[in-house]
C-alpha cells in the first residue's frame, strides 16, 4: 500500500552534521503526520521528532536546538538535518508516516526500513 524510502545516514565526527530524507510512495490521499524515531543497541525505539501536516513540529529534549525536521508535501518527502552531531546520537533512524490512502480512505501507519548513523571520531 505504502512504502517508506529513507536516504542519507553514514559515518560522522563529533560536531559534524547529516542529512535523513524519506519519501512515501504508493496509494497516498494525504500525509497526516511523519517524524522520525531512532534505536540505539540495546535500547528502546524513541522519538526524535514529528511534524504534522499542518507544519507544526516536536522534538525530544535531547535534539531540541541540534536538529530540524521539515517536510515536503508535495514530494511527500520528511527530511531530518542533524547538527553538532554527539556520539549518542549514534542508532538506526527511522522514518514514520500515518497516511490516509487513496480509494477506500482508510489510515496506514508504518515504518521505514532504517538508516544507520555513526558518530565517532
Known amino acids: 500500500q505504502v512504502q517508506l524510502v529513507e536516504s542519507g545516514g553514514g559515518l560522522v565526527q563529533p560536531g559534524g552534521s547529516l542529512r535523513l530524507s524519506c519519501t512515501a510512495s504508493g496509494s497516498i490521499f494525504s500525509i497526516n503526520d511523519m517524524g522520525w524515531y531512532r534505536q540505539a543497541p540495546g535500547k528502546e525505539r524513541e522519538l526524535v521528532a514529528t511534524?504534522?501536516?499542518?507544519?507544526?513540529?516536536n522534538y525530544a529534549d535531547s535534539v531540541k536546538g541540534r536538529f530540524t525536521i521539515s517536510r515536503d508535501n508535495a514530494e511527500n518527502t520528511v527530511s531530518l538535518q542533524m547538527d553538532s552531531l554527539k556520539p549518542e546520537d549514534t542508532a538506526v533512524y527511522y522514518c514514520?508516516?500515518?497516511?490516509?490512502?487513496?480509494?477506500?480512505?482508510?489510515?496506514?501507519?508504518?515504518w521505514g526500513q532504517g538508516a544507520q548513523v555513526t558518530v565517532s571520531s
Open positions: 511534524i504534522i501536516n499542518g507544519g507544526s513540529t
Open positions: 514514520n508516516a500515518l497516511v490516509t490512502l487513496g480509494g477506500d480512505g482508510s489510515t496506514w501507519h508504518g
